[in-house]
């Protein structure tokens, strides 16, 4: 299992995926960043700038689409994906 990196660099958009992925694994806490910006009711062009590293006034549509995948993506976690992250061993293996 990866180790979770806050400083990971982001992509414009997670994968797609009904499974775990490494991008999952290495960015879960930006997917717990995200929901708790959503459960806080942060303005979404705010996250995007300090969570995801993506300046929306200077690309408004990358920032926009970044932040709605990834919330997505952290939802998913948030439901199901969290399950195969304990099914394949947490992150004790990498200490």
């Not at 969570?51 to 970044?66: G, K, N, V, W, Y």
């Amino acid at each position: 299992m990866h180790r979770p990196n806050f400083d990971a660099p982001i992509a414009d958009e997670p994968p797609i995926s009904d499974r775990l992925t490494s991008y999952d694994e290495i960015h879960v806490i930006h997917y717990i960043v995200l929901l708790d910006a959503e459960r806080e009711n942060v303005p979404w062009d705010e996250v995007a700038r300090e969570a995801l590293q993506i300046d929306p006034t200077s690309e408004p549509a990358r920032a926009r689409r970044a932040y709605e995948t990834h919330l997505a993506r952290a939802k998913w976690m948030a439901n199901s994906g969290w399950r195969q992250m304990l099914q394949i061993g947490s992150f004790e293996s990498q200490t």
